[in-house]
């Protein structure tokens, strides 16, 4: 993780992550057969993490309720900010390995069923899968605009994490037809 946040993915190579271990590089490859392989266990470790969380105290499950979205948009926020390397290295490898993208889906898949889950009660259009994508893709680009570890003067200012949650929230619940 630490390599992935100084070099990033794609230029990250398995002789950095071994160093920055204090191991061999081929004790790299008893365990993981590619860089890819290493960050699909993290993201299967990132799941497990998810999944714990959707156990704890606040956890709504119906959209129509403001607070349900705000507990949503407050757990990936710190979520993302707590992973922000390992969340920025999935996207570098699912645009250059289109193979890595659809196993990385695939493992996401339960996720985006479980948003989907907490969308029934809205009267929205189409499918709810569809509906889940939009939620959780403005979630994670606003993560990834703001969270990026780039100081801002582009956007003017710096946000707070109560300032982003709360905005968020209020676009998503009033997107997904709640009230402003």
Same mark, same amino acid.
């Given at each position: 993780?630490? *390599?992935?946040?100084?070099?990033?993915?794609l230029?990250?190579?398995?002789?950095?992550?071994?160093a920055?271990?204090?191991?061999?590089? =081929?004790s790299?490859?008893?365990? #993981?057969?590619?860089?890819?392989?290493?960050?699909?266990?993290?993201l299967?470790?990132?799941?497990?993490?998810?999944?714990?969380?959707?156990?704890?105290?606040?956890h709504? @499950?119906?959209?129509?309720?403001?607070?349900?979205?705000?507990?949503?948009?407050?757990?990936?926020? =710190? #979520?993302?900010?707590?992973?922000?390397?390992?969340?920025?290295?999935?996207?570098?490898?699912?645009?250059?390995?289109?193979?890595?993208?659809?196993?990385?889906?695939d493992?996401?898949?339960?996720?985006?069923?479980?948003i989907?889950?907490?969308?029934?009660? +809205?009267?929205?259009?189409?499918?709810? +899968?569809?509906?889940?994508?939009?939620?959780? *893709?403005?979630?994670?680009?606003?993560a990834? @605009?703001?969270?990026?570890?780039?100081?801002?003067?582009? +956007?003017?200012?710096?946000?707070?994490?109560?300032?982003?949650?709360?905005?968020?929230?209020? #676009?998503l619940?009033?997107? +997904?037809?709640?009230?402003?």
């Amino acid at each position: 993780m630490r *390599v992935f946040e100084r070099s990033g993915y794609l230029t990250a190579k398995i002789t950095d992550i071994t160093a920055e271990a204090g191991r061999a590089t =081929g004790s790299f490859y008893k365990h #993981f057969a590619s860089k890819e392989a290493l960050l699909e266990a993290l993201l299967a470790d990132l799941l497990a993490e998810g999944d714990a969380s959707a156990e704890m105290a606040g956890h709504g @499950t119906d959209f129509r309720d403001r607070a349900a979205v705000r507990w949503h948009v407050a757990a990936f926020w =710190g #979520f993302y900010r707590r992973h922000r390397a390992i969340m920025v290295a999935l996207e570098q490898a699912a645009l250059v390995d289109e193979t890595f993208a659809q196993r990385s889906r695939d493992m996401l898949a339960p996720d985006l069923g479980h948003i989907a889950d907490h969308l029934a009660a +809205l009267d929205l259009p189409g499918d709810r +899968l569809v509906s889940a994508s939009l939620f959780t *893709v403005t979630i994670s680009g606003f993560a990834a @605009t703001w969270l990026s570890g780039a100081n801002r003067p582009d +956007l003017g200012r710096e946000l707070s994490d109560d300032e982003a949650i709360e905005t968020l929230t209020t #676009f998503l619940h009033a997107g +997904l037809g709640g009230a402003s």
